[in-house]
């Protein structure tokens, strides 16, 4: 009877050693279909010349002649990077080392929006990545809003299948006329297409590029039950690789880079290959949300008494 309890106290320990690592170690049980690397077909740009401080300015500092970019997150403040131009349409992507520890609150966010010149009526399309408590890794929350469209927040998270505390990763986003694409190491995980029945709900005015880390303990961390603990401060996230190939906007004239009356200067993801996935994307994008996407805004009917009318 004593071997046998021995044994049953064994398999507990086991069990518990189990559950608290499984959590940490979600990323090895997924290897993601091959994909084309997106990443490789645009150039990188210089932080220190296509960025300016947005704020925490004492917590950035870019490094590597400009080409990399430490941002910060103390009890003083957080900080954050905006680009100098706007744009309307484009591909955006940066490879992001995201802070190691305890992080819960901690918010890392790659985004466009446009809040600054149409404070009512604005657009946003977020990559936002969540810190973890002890039990979680760190979440993948996409969202998109439009014409001000905040009380209608399209959010859907993801697990990743790596450690994104370990080494950089490419986290990406097209915009055009057709449809928003978010990918992870160039695999799509969420796809939200353009239609001519809602398109109001579709963000279509120009919008500067942003990345900042910041407190969300108000809600980041299951809602908030997990504030930022500051005796891990700083929480530092490493910002690489910068990517913004697009439309300029210029403001002063109220017309973009990109003419259909020049040929050199279309749109660089208007062509037929951003037009819609390929299969293998579609592929790797069924992979992701099947194996990874834990939330979706279209099946909360706890929250919504009408759906979205895109979903």
């Given amino acids: 009877m ?11 320990l086991v069990l518990c050693m189990t559950a608290a690592v499984s959590s940490h170690s979600r990323h090895s049980r997924y290897t993601p279909p091959n994909v084309m ?27 590597n002649n400009g080409s990399s970019a430490n941002l910060a997150l103390d009890k003083s403040s957080g900080s954050g990077l905006v680009s100098r131009n706007k744009y309307y349409y484009g591909f955006f992507s940066a490879a992001i080392k995201l802070p190691s520890g305890l992080s819960p609150g901690v918010v890392v966010a790659f985004y466009l929006s446009n809040a600054d010149n149409y404070p009512h009526n604005h657009d946003e399309i977020d990559i936002e990545l969540l810190g973890h408590d002890m039990r979680n890794d760190w979440v993948l929350q996409t969202n998109v809003y439009a014409n001000g469209s905040t009380g209608t ?11 994104p505390t370990e080494q ?28 001519s029945s809602y398109p109001s709900v579709y963000p279509s005015k120009p ?25 891990y401060a700083p ?5 690489a690789e910068m990517e913004m190939t697009g439309c300029i906007f210029n403001q002063s004239a109220l017309v973009t880079s990109c003419s259909k009356a020049n040929p050199s200067s279309l749109d660089p993801v208007d062509g037929p290959e951003f037009a819609r996935l390929s ?3 579609s592929v790797a994008m069924d992979w992701a949300r099947r194996k990874l996407m834990f939330y979706s805004y279209c099946n909360d009917k706890s929250r919504f008494k009408a759906m979205p009318p895109e979903c």
């Fill in 235 to 239: 929480f530092v996230v490493s910002f």
């Fill in 2 to 12: 004593a071997f046998l309890q021995e044994i049953v106290v064994l398999g507990l």
């Fill in 279 to 281: 299969k293998e994307q």
């Fill in 168 to 195: 950089h990763h490419h986290y990406s986003i097209i915009w055009n006329s057709h449809h928003i694409v978010f990918l992870v190491d160039n695999v799509p995980v969420r796809e939200f297409a353009h239609s």
């Fill in 37 to 63: 690397r997106l990443t490789d077909a645009f150039s990188h740009v210089s932080i220190g010349q296509e960025y300016s401080t947005f704020f925490g300015g004492s917590n950035t500092k870019l490094l």
């Fill in 207 to 231: 919008m500067s590029l942003y990345a900042t880390i910041w407190d969300g303990s108000q809600w980041a961390t299951h809602g908030g039950k997990y504030p930022v603990n500051y005796k």
């Fill in 153 to 163: 927040g399209r959010e859907e998270k993801f697990y990743l299948w790596f450690d």
